[in-house]
């Protein structure tokens, strides 16, 4: 919990982001448990008045079943306030493809379950559907280079605006150069605990 705040809420400046705008995108890389969505869901109802409101959309490759989900987040149930029950009462089943939870009057989540390096070219940025904040998290680039791939942060800047934000626990050179080339400004910051660095970065770029 406390990791997840640190590194992907602070580390996109979070609460302040979305404090700025009516609404807010978020894309995540791995949804895992749903940790993070929970950690951002609640602080998003603690820091942000209506009108605000909040799209998460996360990418998993592996979905977990709700019945895996539920006894590894149970410790933290109190703390959610109720959130961990309402997203498994509206998890869905293990097909692949796109998922809408409409999980409150200002809160959606979008699953995607799909390789992220699939599905994100799917996404369109018509509209207002650019993605104001990146939590990169799925596993440590050595164990698991097919996901974080220079075609990946191509598509995050496609789906960025100037001003976007990104975090993630890795200090890899080779994420932060691949990012950098992709038209992020990443800079390395103090990580959590005992990791000496995390990259947090901005998207500088002139998408319209
Ligand atoms: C550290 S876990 C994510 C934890 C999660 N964000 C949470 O809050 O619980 C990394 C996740 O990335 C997923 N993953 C790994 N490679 C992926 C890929 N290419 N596309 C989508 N998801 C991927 C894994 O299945 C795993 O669930």
Known sequence: MAESAFVFLAGNNLPHGWQQKSRFVIGETGFGTGLNFLAAWKLFDETAAPPHTLDFI????????????????????????????????RYPPIIPGFHRLVLSERVTLT????????????????????????????????????????????????????????????????????????????????G?????HMTTGIYDGENP
């Open 58 to 89: 996360s990418f998993e490759k592996y979905p977990l079943r709700s019945e895996i989900i539920r006894p590894h987040l149970q410790p933290y149930s109190a703390g959610f306030d109720g959130r961990l029950q309402k997203l498994l009462d």
């Open 192 to 196: 959590f605990g005992r990791k000496r």
């Open 111 to 190: 699953l995607i379950f799909e390789d992220v390096n699939a599905a994100i070219p799917k996404l369109d940025t018509a509209g207002d559907m650019a993605v104001d904040a990146w939590f990169l998290d799925g596993f440590k680039p050595a164990t698991n280079p097919d996901m974080w791939h220079p075609a990946l942060f191509a598509q995050m800047a496609r789906l960025s605006r100037k001003g976007t934000r990104l975090s993630t626990y890795t200090a890899a050179g080779q994420v932060r150069r691949d990012l950098a080339a992709a038209g992020f400004t990443v800079q390395k910051a103090p």
